[in-house]
């Protein structure tokens, strides 16, 4: 997938003056929620995966899997994802998805899962 189809949300940060630092603004991912539903009817179900760049057939399905995931949102998320990305390697895709949100520190951090350690800086 090219950048220019990347479905990465934006992250929001706000300034915690208790803790002095900035975390992610959970509330702003709320809003990527706005229009969902007229996205999501956008979503063709009998579009063939195979007629379509891998890209442009995944992007918007992603796009509306993860708004639905940084809102706190997981099950409504992978419930739309099953329904509808139709490839053979749908399971295979989705433990792939999982992996990385499992590392990624904006997922934990929604999902209250602690940071994971940070690799040693190299000289």
């Not at 995944?58 to 990305?85: H, K, N, S, T, V």
């Not at 949100?101 to 602690?114: A, K, Q």
């Amino acid at each position: 997938m090219s950048m220019a189809d990347s479905p990465m949300p934006g992250v929001v940060f706000k300034y915690q003056p208790v803790a002095k630092r900035f975390t992610p603004d959970v509330e702003m991912f709320s809003r990527g929620l706005n229009g969902i539903e007229d996205d999501v009817a956008a979503i063709d179900p009998d579009e063939d995966p195979d007629t379509e760049t891998p890209g442009q057939y995944l992007a918007p399905r992603l796009d509306i899997l993860l708004r639905y995931i940084y809102a706190g949102r997981e099950a409504d998320g992978w419930a739309f994802f099953d329904a509808a990305y139709k490839p053979t390697n749908g399971e295979e895709l989705k433990q792939q998805i999982k992996r990385k949100l499992n590392s990624e520190p904006v997922y934990r951090y929604v999902y209250g899962m602690p940071a994971l350690p940070r690799p040693p800086i190299q000289n």
